[in-house]
């Protein structure tokens, strides 16, 4: 019984590891572009979701940007 349970643990982390090789996280730093799109785009009120498919950023990423900027962006305006 014990031989199941140790090739099932086994069989998992071997899942999780090669689902974690397969995601690199690939920074890209914010150009001086981005950040007068995105300032034109909370000043249009653009949804967070539409400007994060429209920029390829995660919207936790943008919403982090809009912070350190100081403008507004989704519920925080």
């Known amino acids: 019984m014990a031989k199941k349970v ?3 643990t086994a069989a998992a982390k071997a899942a999780t590891a090669s689902t974690a090789a397969k995601k ?3 920074r890209r ?3 001086a572009d ?3 799109l995105l300032k034109r785009l909370s000043k249009e ?3 967070v979701a539409k400007i994060s498919k429209q920029m390829k950023r995660t ?3 943008l919403r982090q940007k ?3 900027l100081g403008i507004g962006l989704g519920h925080y305006r």
Do not use: F, H, L, Q
Request: charged share 45%; hydrophobic share 25%.
């Open 6 to 8: 140790a090739k099932t």
């Open 24 to 26: 690199k996280i690939k």
């Open 29 to 31: 730093e914010y150009t």
């Open 34 to 36: 981005d950040v007068k």
């Open 45 to 47: 009120r653009v949804p």
């Open 59 to 61: 919207e936790g990423s």
């Open 66 to 68: 809009a912070r350190s």
